[in-house]
């Protein structure tokens, strides 16, 4: 069973795409949520949260996301401390999901690429990736251009990929997954 990876930086439609694939009758194993999930649920996860970022980073038992964030934006060595303690929980709950699709949007900084035999990356112009951050997150321009420096540069990561997408709001969508569910 060949394993597949959606990937792509943060604005670039990456769930989009995996919402069509779902249309077409693919499980696609969403790592974000399985990380929101796993830190909502596993309280060894949550004390290990608790203990790095201190207890407010939880309030009244619900992760309090302005924290979580604040404390990813200022520094790497912050950003490397979480993803020592979610990733790897990720990397089970996928195994022990049996999924052959993964949605992850930092698959080589994680270390998932080694979990999946194929990769595709959906890229978009950096401006259109703003402005989808700007909307969904409700935030500046600023802090949408700084969660994208926070991440391997788009063409890094389309150079390492298989395949690519180009979901810029243009170019035909379902013919590109046409063709890659024939090539994957």
């Given amino acids: ?3 597949i990876a959606i990937t792509g930086g943060i604005g670039s439609g990456k769930s ?3 919402e069509r694939l779902r249309k077409r009758g693919v499980d696609v194993y969403d790592c974000d949520a399985a990380a929101k999930r796993l830190m909502r649920n596993d309280e060894g996860l ?7 970022i201190g207890n407010e980073v939880y309030v009244d038992g619900r992760l309090n996301k302005a924290v979580m964030a604040e404390f990813l934006l200022q520094s790497d060595s912050n950003r490397e401390a979480i993803n020592a303690i979610v990733h790897p929980a990720v990397r089970r ?4 999901s049996g999924s052959e699709w ?6 080589f900084e994680s270390g998932f690429n080694t979990l999946v035999d194929y990769t595709i990356c959906v890229t ?6 703003i402005v ?8 500046t321009e600023e802090k949408a251009r700084q969660w994208i420096a926070r991440q391997l540069p788009q063409e890094e990561v389309a150079r390492r990929c298989d395949a690519i997408i180009i979901n810029d709001g243009v170019t035909d ?3 590109q997954l046409d063709k890659i569910m024939k090539e994957s």
């Fill in 1 to 3: 069973m060949t394993k």
């Fill in 16 to 18: 989009y795409v995996c």
């Fill in 46 to 52: 949550k004390e290990r949260l608790r203990q790095l």
């Fill in 93 to 96: 709950d996928f195994i022990a």
């Fill in 102 to 107: 993964m949605e992850c949007a930092i698959l």
């Fill in 124 to 129: 978009a112009p950096e401006q259109v990736r």
């Fill in 132 to 139: 989808r951050i700007m909307h969904r997150d409700n935030l």
């Fill in 173 to 175: 969508l379902e013919a």
